[in-house]
Protein backbone atom coordinates (compact mmCIF):
# COMPACT_ATOMS: atom_id res chain seq x y z
CA UNK A 1 0.00 0.00 0.00
CA UNK A 2 1.95 3.08 -1.00
CA UNK A 3 0.81 6.57 1.14
CA UNK A 4 1.02 9.71 -0.71
CA UNK A 5 1.04 13.36 0.63
CA UNK A 6 2.29 17.16 0.28
CA UNK A 7 4.60 17.92 2.90
CA UNK A 8 7.43 20.77 2.79
CA UNK A 9 11.04 20.77 2.79
CA UNK A 10 12.77 22.61 4.53
CA UNK A 11 16.20 24.58 4.00
CA UNK A 12 18.26 25.30 6.87
CA UNK A 13 20.56 28.02 5.46
CA UNK A 14 18.00 29.89 3.47
CA UNK A 15 15.31 29.19 6.11
CA UNK A 16 13.04 28.71 3.27
CA UNK A 17 10.47 25.49 2.97
CA UNK A 18 9.84 24.30 -0.84
CA UNK A 19 6.45 21.78 -2.01
CA UNK A 20 7.21 18.55 -2.36
CA UNK A 21 5.08 15.17 -2.35
CA UNK A 22 6.15 12.60 -0.32
CA UNK A 23 5.42 8.69 -1.73
CA UNK A 24 6.06 5.32 0.81
CA UNK A 25 6.19 2.50 -0.35
CA UNK A 26 6.46 -0.48 1.76
CA UNK A 27 10.48 -0.07 1.20
CA UNK A 28 11.00 2.78 -0.19
CA UNK A 29 10.26 6.68 0.37
CA UNK A 30 10.48 9.03 -2.77
CA UNK A 31 10.07 12.47 -2.79
CA UNK A 32 9.00 14.29 -5.69
CA UNK A 33 8.87 17.53 -6.54
CA UNK A 34 7.14 19.54 -9.48
CA UNK A 35 8.27 20.55 -12.97
CA UNK A 36 6.64 21.13 -16.52
CA UNK A 37 7.67 18.72 -18.89
CA UNK A 38 7.20 18.31 -22.48
CA UNK A 39 4.55 15.33 -23.36
CA UNK A 40 4.48 15.68 -27.15
CA UNK A 41 5.33 17.83 -30.19
CA UNK A 42 9.73 18.75 -30.36
CA UNK A 43 11.47 17.14 -28.11
CA UNK A 44 13.99 19.84 -26.81
CA UNK A 45 14.51 20.65 -23.14
CA UNK A 46 11.01 21.85 -21.08
CA UNK A 47 13.76 24.00 -19.14
CA UNK A 48 13.52 26.74 -20.93
CA UNK A 49 10.38 27.98 -22.12
CA UNK A 50 9.73 30.99 -24.82
CA UNK A 51 6.25 31.83 -25.46
CA UNK A 52 4.91 35.09 -27.24
CA UNK A 53 1.77 36.40 -25.71
CA UNK A 54 -0.71 38.87 -27.35
CA UNK A 55 -2.04 41.33 -25.04
CA UNK A 56 -5.60 41.62 -25.41
CA UNK A 57 -8.34 44.40 -25.08
CA UNK A 58 -9.80 42.95 -22.11
CA UNK A 59 -7.66 40.68 -19.63
CA UNK A 60 -4.47 41.72 -21.18
CA UNK A 61 -1.59 39.41 -20.11
CA UNK A 62 -3.93 37.10 -18.54
CA UNK A 63 -1.48 36.55 -15.38
CA UNK A 64 -0.45 37.96 -12.26
CA UNK A 65 3.57 37.92 -10.88
CA UNK A 66 4.72 37.92 -7.20
CA UNK A 67 8.35 38.22 -5.81
CA UNK A 68 11.25 40.16 -7.66
CA UNK A 69 15.54 40.65 -6.33
CA UNK A 70 14.32 42.46 -3.14
CA UNK A 71 13.02 39.72 -1.73
CA UNK A 72 16.02 37.34 -3.00
CA UNK A 73 13.51 35.24 -5.35
CA UNK A 74 13.08 35.20 -8.77
CA UNK A 75 9.89 36.81 -10.07
CA UNK A 76 7.26 33.90 -10.92
CA UNK A 77 3.63 33.69 -12.30
CA UNK A 78 1.64 33.57 -9.58
CA UNK A 79 -2.07 33.12 -11.18
CA UNK A 80 -3.00 32.29 -14.36
CA UNK A 81 -6.53 33.56 -15.46
CA UNK A 82 -8.86 31.28 -17.23
CA UNK A 83 -9.44 31.60 -20.83
CA UNK A 84 -7.34 34.61 -20.97
CA UNK A 85 -3.81 35.01 -22.92
CA UNK A 86 -1.40 33.49 -20.73
CA UNK A 87 -3.80 29.96 -20.39
CA UNK A 88 -4.41 29.82 -24.06
CA UNK A 89 -0.47 29.22 -24.95
CA UNK A 90 -1.02 26.33 -23.35
CA UNK A 91 2.76 26.86 -22.30
CA UNK A 92 2.99 28.87 -18.87
CA UNK A 93 2.45 27.78 -15.45
CA UNK A 94 1.71 28.80 -11.89
CA UNK A 95 5.50 28.63 -10.47
CA UNK A 96 6.96 29.36 -13.98
CA UNK A 97 9.93 32.33 -13.30
CA UNK A 98 10.25 34.96 -15.62
CA UNK A 99 13.87 34.93 -17.69
CA UNK A 100 13.58 37.18 -20.39
CA UNK A 101 11.17 39.80 -21.52
CA UNK A 102 11.18 41.04 -25.16
CA UNK A 103 15.08 39.50 -25.12
CA UNK A 104 16.19 41.65 -21.69
CA UNK A 105 17.34 39.67 -18.78
CA UNK A 106 15.36 40.23 -16.16
CA UNK A 107 16.77 37.88 -13.18
CA UNK A 108 18.19 40.15 -11.00
CA UNK A 109 15.42 42.74 -11.87
CA UNK A 110 13.08 44.06 -9.06
CA UNK A 111 9.27 42.79 -8.68
CA UNK A 112 8.64 47.01 -10.00
CA UNK A 113 10.93 47.33 -12.48
CA UNK A 114 9.36 43.59 -14.37
CA UNK A 115 5.91 44.96 -13.63
CA UNK A 116 6.48 48.46 -16.04
CA UNK A 117 8.41 45.89 -18.60
CA UNK A 118 5.83 43.61 -18.89
CA UNK A 119 3.37 47.10 -18.96
CA UNK A 120 4.72 48.60 -21.59
CA UNK A 121 5.77 46.13 -23.88
CA UNK A 122 3.33 46.79 -26.43
CA UNK A 123 0.90 44.16 -27.83
CA UNK A 124 3.23 41.47 -28.24
CA UNK A 125 5.31 40.42 -25.36
CA UNK A 126 7.94 37.63 -25.76
CA UNK A 127 8.52 35.67 -22.49
CA UNK A 128 11.35 33.30 -21.94
CA UNK A 129 10.52 31.08 -18.42
CA UNK A 130 11.50 28.34 -16.63
CA UNK A 131 9.87 26.25 -13.70
CA UNK A 132 11.12 27.37 -10.57
CA UNK A 133 11.08 24.01 -8.80
CA UNK A 134 12.35 24.83 -5.28
CA UNK A 135 9.46 28.20 -5.19
CA UNK A 136 9.57 29.29 -1.76
CA UNK A 137 6.58 28.73 0.55
CA UNK A 138 5.82 32.00 1.48
CA UNK A 139 4.93 32.79 -2.21
CA UNK A 140 2.21 30.92 -1.46
CA UNK A 141 1.78 30.02 -4.66
CA UNK A 142 -1.30 27.53 -5.24
CA UNK A 143 0.03 24.03 -6.38
CA UNK A 144 -2.44 23.54 -8.69
CA UNK A 145 -2.89 20.15 -10.57
CA UNK A 146 -1.80 17.46 -10.89
CA UNK A 147 -2.66 15.38 -8.00
CA UNK A 148 -5.50 15.86 -5.45
CA UNK A 149 -6.65 19.36 -4.62
CA UNK A 150 -4.91 20.62 -1.33
CA UNK A 151 -5.86 22.92 1.21
CA UNK A 152 -2.59 23.66 2.15
CA UNK A 153 -1.49 25.90 -0.43
CA UNK A 154 -3.37 28.89 -1.57
CA UNK A 155 -2.74 32.44 -2.69
CA UNK A 156 -4.49 33.66 0.43
CA UNK A 157 -2.27 35.70 2.13
CA UNK A 158 1.26 36.14 1.18
CA UNK A 159 4.02 39.10 1.97
CA UNK A 160 4.64 39.77 -1.22
CA UNK A 161 2.42 41.59 -3.47
CA UNK A 162 0.68 39.59 -6.40
CA UNK A 163 0.74 42.26 -9.40
CA UNK A 164 -2.38 41.49 -11.70
CA UNK A 165 -1.21 42.13 -15.59
CA UNK A 166 -4.71 41.00 -16.83
CA UNK A 167 -5.39 44.44 -16.56
CA UNK A 168 -4.42 46.68 -20.35
CA UNK A 169 -1.06 48.16 -20.58
CA UNK A 170 -0.22 50.64 -22.83
CA UNK A 171 -1.13 49.16 -25.76
CA UNK A 172 -0.86 51.20 -29.23
CA UNK A 173 -4.03 49.07 -30.80
CA UNK A 174 -6.75 49.02 -29.35
CA UNK A 175 -8.45 46.28 -32.08
CA UNK A 176 -9.20 42.85 -30.59
CA UNK A 177 -6.23 40.72 -32.10
CA UNK A 178 -6.76 37.58 -32.04
CA UNK A 179 -6.27 35.16 -29.06
CA UNK A 180 -2.92 33.34 -28.35
CA UNK A 181 -2.73 29.56 -28.91
CA UNK A 182 -1.07 26.88 -29.18
CA UNK A 183 0.19 26.17 -32.41
CA UNK A 184 -0.90 22.31 -33.79
CA UNK A 185 3.09 21.19 -34.51
CA UNK A 186 4.17 23.31 -31.23
CA UNK A 187 5.31 21.03 -27.77
CA UNK A 188 2.87 20.73 -25.60
CA UNK A 189 3.84 21.07 -21.63
CA UNK A 190 2.61 19.83 -18.58
CA UNK A 191 3.07 20.58 -14.74
CA UNK A 192 3.91 16.90 -13.33
CA UNK A 193 5.40 15.63 -9.69
CA UNK A 194 8.44 13.81 -10.71
CA UNK A 195 10.71 11.55 -8.39
CA UNK A 196 13.82 13.86 -7.18
CA UNK A 197 15.08 11.35 -4.47
CA UNK A 198 14.32 7.95 -3.60
CA UNK A 199 15.86 6.93 0.15
CA UNK A 200 15.58 3.02 0.77
CA UNK A 201 14.10 2.47 4.70
CA UNK A 202 15.90 -0.90 5.32
CA UNK A 203 18.24 0.23 7.99
CA UNK A 204 17.50 4.03 7.40
CA UNK A 205 16.78 6.04 10.68
CA UNK A 206 14.36 8.85 11.74
CA UNK A 207 15.46 11.92 13.59
CA UNK A 208 13.06 14.95 15.18
CA UNK A 209 15.87 16.83 16.83
CA UNK A 210 17.54 19.48 15.83
CA UNK A 211 21.47 18.26 15.05
CA UNK A 212 23.14 18.37 18.43
CA UNK A 213 20.31 19.92 20.55
CA UNK A 214 17.78 18.76 22.54
CA UNK A 215 14.86 20.90 20.47
CA UNK A 216 12.10 19.00 19.19
CA UNK A 217 11.83 19.96 15.62
CA UNK A 218 7.98 21.42 15.30
CA UNK A 219 6.26 18.79 12.76
CA UNK A 220 9.08 18.13 11.52
CA UNK A 221 11.82 15.14 11.15
CA UNK A 222 14.83 14.09 8.94
CA UNK A 223 14.89 10.48 7.26
CA UNK A 224 18.51 9.30 6.54
CA UNK A 225 19.28 6.29 4.69
CA UNK A 226 22.05 3.66 5.45
CA UNK A 227 24.51 5.28 3.14
CA UNK A 228 24.04 8.29 4.85
CA UNK A 229 21.88 10.00 2.10
CA UNK A 230 19.16 12.36 3.90
CA UNK A 231 15.55 13.84 2.57
CA UNK A 232 16.48 16.72 4.21
CA UNK A 233 14.08 18.30 6.95
CA UNK A 234 10.64 17.17 5.99
CA UNK A 235 7.95 20.06 7.78
CA UNK A 236 4.50 19.27 8.23
CA UNK A 237 1.29 21.35 8.04
CA UNK A 238 -0.12 19.86 11.33
CA UNK A 239 1.42 18.12 14.19
CA UNK A 240 -1.55 15.54 13.06
CA UNK A 241 0.21 14.77 9.54
CA UNK A 242 3.59 14.40 10.88
CA UNK A 243 2.66 12.04 13.66
CA UNK A 244 0.90 9.97 11.24
CA UNK A 245 3.87 9.90 8.52
CA UNK A 246 6.27 9.45 11.56
CA UNK A 247 4.19 6.55 12.80
CA UNK A 248 4.07 4.96 8.71
CA UNK A 249 7.77 5.14 7.92
CA UNK A 250 8.57 3.76 11.53
CA UNK A 251 6.22 1.00 10.82
CA UNK A 252 7.90 -0.07 7.60
CA UNK A 253 11.46 0.56 8.91
CA UNK A 254 10.66 -1.63 11.67
CA UNK A 255 9.25 -4.29 8.97
CA UNK A 256 12.31 -4.30 6.92
CA UNK A 257 14.23 -4.52 10.07
CA UNK A 258 12.32 -7.91 10.88
CA UNK A 259 12.21 -9.51 7.49
CA UNK A 260 16.65 -8.80 7.58
CA UNK A 261 16.61 -10.15 10.79
CA UNK A 262 14.70 -13.45 9.69
CA UNK A 263 17.20 -13.46 7.07
CA UNK A 264 20.51 -13.55 9.02
CA UNK A 265 18.75 -15.84 11.51
CA UNK A 266 18.64 -18.49 9.11
CA UNK A 267 22.25 -18.60 8.76
CA UNK A 268 22.82 -18.45 13.00
CA UNK A 269 22.69 -21.65 15.09
CA UNK A 270 19.53 -21.61 17.35
CA UNK A 271 22.04 -20.11 20.51
CA UNK A 272 22.85 -16.80 17.86
CA UNK A 273 19.55 -15.65 17.15
CA UNK A 274 19.32 -11.98 17.07
CA UNK A 275 16.49 -10.66 18.85
CA UNK A 276 16.65 -7.16 18.38
CA UNK A 277 18.24 -4.42 16.54
CA UNK A 278 17.75 -0.90 15.45
CA UNK A 279 18.52 3.07 15.92
CA UNK A 280 19.24 5.11 19.20
CA UNK A 281 20.75 7.93 19.71
CA UNK A 282 23.07 7.76 22.21
CA UNK A 283 24.05 10.54 24.55
CA UNK A 284 27.85 11.62 24.69
CA UNK A 285 29.04 11.77 28.07
CA UNK A 286 31.21 14.50 30.13
CA UNK A 287 32.26 15.86 26.58
CA UNK A 288 31.93 20.16 25.85
CA UNK A 289 31.21 18.77 22.58
CA UNK A 290 27.38 20.43 21.10
CA UNK A 291 27.12 17.36 19.49
CA UNK A 292 24.71 16.11 22.42
CA UNK A 293 23.86 12.47 21.22
CA UNK A 294 25.12 10.12 18.59
CA UNK A 295 23.17 7.96 16.25
CA UNK A 296 24.36 4.49 17.16
CA UNK A 297 22.91 1.25 16.22
CA UNK A 298 21.98 -1.82 19.02
CA UNK A 299 21.56 -5.23 18.61
CA UNK A 300 20.65 -8.23 20.64
CA UNK A 301 22.08 -11.38 19.50
CA UNK A 302 22.83 -14.67 20.92
CA UNK A 303 24.45 -14.31 24.20
CA UNK A 304 25.74 -10.40 23.48
CA UNK A 305 24.57 -6.84 23.66
CA UNK A 306 26.39 -5.12 20.35
CA UNK A 307 26.64 -0.80 20.14
CA UNK A 308 27.97 -0.28 16.66
CA UNK A 309 28.42 3.03 14.57
CA UNK A 310 26.89 1.55 11.63
CA UNK A 311 24.39 -1.13 11.20
CA UNK A 312 26.36 -4.78 10.41
CA UNK A 313 25.72 -5.87 7.04
CA UNK A 314 27.75 -8.95 6.92
CA UNK A 315 28.99 -11.37 9.22
CA UNK A 316 32.67 -9.83 9.29
CA UNK A 317 30.81 -6.62 10.67
CA UNK A 318 29.55 -8.31 13.86
CA UNK A 319 32.75 -8.72 14.73
CA UNK A 320 33.51 -4.57 14.49
CA UNK A 321 31.46 -3.52 16.91
CA UNK A 322 32.84 -0.44 19.58
CA UNK A 323 31.26 -2.72 22.37
CA UNK A 324 30.02 -5.78 23.04
CA UNK A 325 28.56 -7.35 26.69
CA UNK A 326 27.18 -10.35 27.61
CA UNK A 327 23.75 -10.11 28.21
CA UNK A 328 23.61 -12.02 31.97
CA UNK A 329 26.05 -8.66 32.88
CA UNK A 330 24.12 -6.11 31.94
CA UNK A 331 20.59 -4.15 33.42
CA UNK A 332 18.34 -2.06 31.20
CA UNK A 333 16.83 0.63 33.11
CA UNK A 334 13.98 2.91 32.03
CA UNK A 335 14.31 6.82 32.71
CA UNK A 336 11.22 8.67 31.23
CA UNK A 337 8.08 8.34 29.48
CA UNK A 338 6.31 11.65 28.37
CA UNK A 339 2.70 10.48 29.46
CA UNK A 340 -0.84 12.04 28.13
CA UNK A 341 -0.55 14.44 31.31
CA UNK A 342 2.80 15.96 29.94
CA UNK A 343 4.74 14.62 33.19
CA UNK A 344 8.00 12.66 33.49
CA UNK A 345 7.83 9.30 35.09
CA UNK A 346 10.85 8.50 36.78
CA UNK A 347 11.17 4.66 36.59
CA UNK A 348 13.47 2.34 38.94
CA UNK A 349 13.38 -1.13 37.41
CA UNK A 350 15.73 -2.69 39.88
CA UNK A 351 16.20 -3.03 43.56
CA UNK A 352 19.44 -2.84 45.51
CA UNK A 353 21.66 -1.17 42.75
CA UNK A 354 21.40 2.51 42.99
CA UNK A 355 23.28 4.99 40.23
CA UNK A 356 22.59 8.59 40.05
CA UNK A 357 22.15 9.89 36.79
CA UNK A 358 21.51 13.53 35.82
CA UNK A 359 17.99 13.86 34.44
CA UNK A 360 18.18 17.00 33.02
CA UNK A 361 17.57 15.92 29.16
CA UNK A 362 14.87 17.03 27.93
CA UNK A 363 14.43 13.73 25.33
CA UNK A 364 11.09 11.70 26.47
CA UNK A 365 11.63 7.36 25.30
CA UNK A 366 15.34 7.10 27.48
CA UNK A 367 16.59 4.15 29.09
CA UNK A 368 20.00 3.06 29.69
CA UNK A 369 22.14 0.06 29.94
CA UNK A 370 24.15 -0.22 32.82
CA UNK A 371 27.23 -2.96 32.54
CA UNK A 372 30.35 -3.89 34.58
CA UNK A 373 32.81 -1.65 36.38
CA UNK A 374 29.48 0.67 37.28
CA UNK A 375 29.49 2.03 33.93
CA UNK A 376 26.63 2.62 31.65
CA UNK A 377 25.06 3.78 28.31
CA UNK A 378 22.24 6.05 28.12
CA UNK A 379 19.74 5.87 25.03
CA UNK A 380 17.09 7.87 23.28
CA UNK A 381 14.50 6.86 21.36
CA UNK A 382 11.74 8.62 19.32
CA UNK A 383 9.24 6.96 19.52
CA UNK A 384 7.33 5.86 23.06
CA UNK A 385 6.54 2.32 20.43
CA UNK A 386 10.07 1.83 20.45
CA UNK A 387 10.62 2.07 23.79
CA UNK A 388 8.25 -1.01 24.77
CA UNK A 389 10.05 -2.97 21.81
CA UNK A 390 13.22 -2.55 23.36
CA UNK A 391 12.14 -3.00 26.92
CA UNK A 392 10.37 -6.43 25.98
CA UNK A 393 13.24 -7.44 23.59
CA UNK A 394 16.67 -6.87 26.15
CA UNK A 395 14.15 -8.56 28.91
CA UNK A 396 13.71 -11.84 26.02
CA UNK A 397 16.97 -11.67 25.32
CA UNK A 398 18.55 -11.70 28.82
CA UNK A 399 15.72 -14.36 29.98
CA UNK A 400 17.04 -16.72 26.94
CA UNK A 401 20.89 -16.15 27.77
CA UNK A 402 20.33 -17.30 31.18
CA UNK A 403 18.33 -20.56 30.35
CA UNK A 404 20.73 -20.97 27.37
CA UNK A 405 23.92 -20.34 29.90
CA UNK A 406 22.34 -21.81 33.49
CA UNK A 407 24.96 -21.35 35.47
CA UNK A 408 27.59 -18.19 35.93
CA UNK A 409 30.88 -18.65 37.98
CA UNK A 410 32.92 -15.86 39.04
CA UNK A 411 36.12 -15.59 41.13
CA UNK A 412 35.89 -13.75 44.40
CA UNK A 413 37.94 -13.93 47.55
CA UNK A 414 36.82 -13.31 51.11
CA UNK A 415 39.24 -12.68 54.56
CA UNK A 416 42.51 -14.10 52.03
CA UNK A 417 40.66 -16.47 50.57
CA UNK A 418 39.98 -16.93 47.01
CA UNK A 419 36.55 -18.55 45.82
CA UNK A 420 34.09 -18.98 43.16
CA UNK A 421 30.60 -17.85 43.42
CA UNK A 422 28.73 -19.27 41.04
CA UNK A 423 24.92 -18.37 40.21
CA UNK A 424 23.24 -21.42 38.81
CA UNK A 425 19.32 -21.24 37.25
CA UNK A 426 18.36 -24.71 38.96
CA UNK A 427 20.21 -24.64 42.35
CA UNK A 428 20.42 -20.78 43.24
CA UNK A 429 23.77 -19.52 44.98
CA UNK A 430 26.63 -21.62 45.54
CA UNK A 431 30.15 -20.76 46.85
CA UNK A 432 33.05 -23.02 46.64
CA UNK A 433 36.93 -22.88 47.79
CA UNK A 434 38.58 -22.48 44.29
CA UNK A 435 41.35 -25.25 44.93
CA UNK A 436 39.71 -28.17 46.84
CA UNK A 437 36.26 -27.23 45.40
CA UNK A 438 34.54 -28.06 48.76
CA UNK A 439 31.21 -26.41 49.36
CA UNK A 440 31.18 -24.03 51.37
CA UNK A 441 27.19 -22.68 51.46
CA UNK A 442 24.54 -23.00 48.74
CA UNK A 443 20.92 -21.13 49.22
CA UNK A 444 18.06 -21.20 46.74
CA UNK A 445 17.16 -17.99 44.88
CA UNK A 446 14.09 -17.64 47.44
CA UNK A 447 16.41 -17.60 50.73
CA UNK A 448 18.10 -14.29 49.44
CA UNK A 449 16.03 -11.84 51.36
CA UNK A 450 18.56 -8.64 50.80
CA UNK A 451 21.92 -7.27 49.90
CA UNK A 452 24.36 -4.60 50.34
CA UNK A 453 27.16 -3.26 48.82
CA UNK A 454 30.15 -0.79 49.28
CA UNK A 455 29.50 0.84 45.34
CA UNK A 456 33.35 -0.77 45.21
CA UNK A 457 34.11 -4.32 45.17
CA UNK A 458 32.69 -5.56 48.34
CA UNK A 459 28.94 -6.93 48.68
CA UNK A 460 26.95 -8.24 51.70
CA UNK A 461 24.01 -11.29 50.70
CA UNK A 462 21.65 -11.79 53.47
CA UNK A 463 20.15 -15.42 52.96
CA UNK A 464 17.58 -16.88 55.53
CA UNK A 465 18.29 -20.24 56.54
CA UNK A 466 15.00 -22.63 55.98
CA UNK A 467 16.02 -24.58 59.33
CA UNK A 468 15.98 -21.70 62.02
CA UNK A 469 14.74 -18.95 59.47
CA UNK A 470 17.60 -16.85 60.84
CA UNK A 471 19.35 -13.88 58.52
CA UNK A 472 22.77 -15.44 57.68
CA UNK A 473 25.08 -12.64 56.35
CA UNK A 474 27.51 -14.04 53.43
CA UNK A 475 30.32 -11.38 52.62
CA UNK A 476 32.41 -11.56 49.34
CA UNK A 477 35.00 -9.21 47.36
CA UNK A 478 34.51 -9.29 43.51
CA UNK A 479 37.09 -7.45 40.99
CA UNK A 480 33.65 -6.33 38.97
CA UNK A 481 31.43 -6.36 41.51
CA UNK A 482 28.97 -4.60 39.30
CA UNK A 483 28.79 -7.27 36.70
CA UNK A 484 27.98 -9.95 39.33
CA UNK A 485 24.83 -7.79 40.82
CA UNK A 486 24.01 -7.61 37.72
CA UNK A 487 24.04 -11.47 36.79
CA UNK A 488 22.36 -11.59 39.84
CA UNK A 489 19.86 -9.80 38.91
CA UNK A 490 19.22 -11.34 35.49
CA UNK A 491 19.13 -15.01 36.86
CA UNK A 492 16.56 -13.86 39.47
CA UNK A 493 14.11 -12.22 37.15
CA UNK A 494 14.59 -15.29 34.77
CA UNK A 495 13.75 -17.61 37.54
CA UNK A 496 10.63 -15.50 38.38
CA UNK A 497 9.51 -15.17 34.30
CA UNK A 498 9.64 -18.90 34.11
CA UNK A 499 7.57 -19.59 36.68
CA UNK A 500 4.84 -16.47 36.71
CA UNK A 501 5.29 -15.01 33.26
CA UNK A 502 2.50 -12.38 33.59
CA UNK A 503 4.55 -10.98 36.58
CA UNK A 504 6.94 -9.97 33.98
CA UNK A 505 4.59 -8.37 31.71
CA UNK A 506 3.25 -6.26 34.60
CA UNK A 507 6.14 -5.12 35.27
CA UNK A 508 6.63 -3.36 32.10
CA UNK A 509 6.95 0.41 32.73
CA UNK A 510 7.21 1.40 29.12
CA UNK A 511 4.07 -0.93 27.62
CA UNK A 512 1.41 -0.23 30.57
CA UNK A 513 1.67 3.68 29.73
CA UNK A 514 2.49 3.47 26.06
CA UNK A 515 -0.55 1.31 25.05
CA UNK A 516 -2.80 3.06 27.61
CA UNK A 517 -2.39 6.49 26.10
Known sequence: QTKTGIALLYDEESENAYDIRLKLTKEVLTIQKQDVVCVSGSDHSANHRTV???????????LSIKGGAEHKVPVVISKIFKDQAAEQTGMLFIGDAIIQVNGINVESATHEEVVHLLRNAGDEVTITVQYLREAPSFLKL?????????????????????????????????????????????????????????VPLLMARISRYKTGTDKLRSNAFEVVALDGVSTGILQFYTAQESADWLRAMSTNISDLTLQNMKMANKCCSPSDQVIHMGWVNERLEGTDSSQLYKFKFLALKGSSFYIFSTPPVSTLDWGRAEKIYNLCEVLFKIHKLWLADDCWLQANLYLGIHQDFDLEDQRPYCFSVLVGHGKSHYFNVELGSELAVWEKSFQRAIFLEVQRTGSKTYMCSWQGDTLCFTVDFALGFTCFDSKTKNVLWRFKFSQLKGSSDDGKTRVKLLFQNLDTKQIETKELEFQDLTAVLHCIHSFIAAKVASVDPLFIDSQSIARRYMYSN
Open 52 to 62: TLRRQPVGGLG
Open 142 to 198: PLGSPGPPSDHSSGTSSPLFDSGLHLNGNSTNTAPSSPSSPIANEPKYEKRWLDTLS
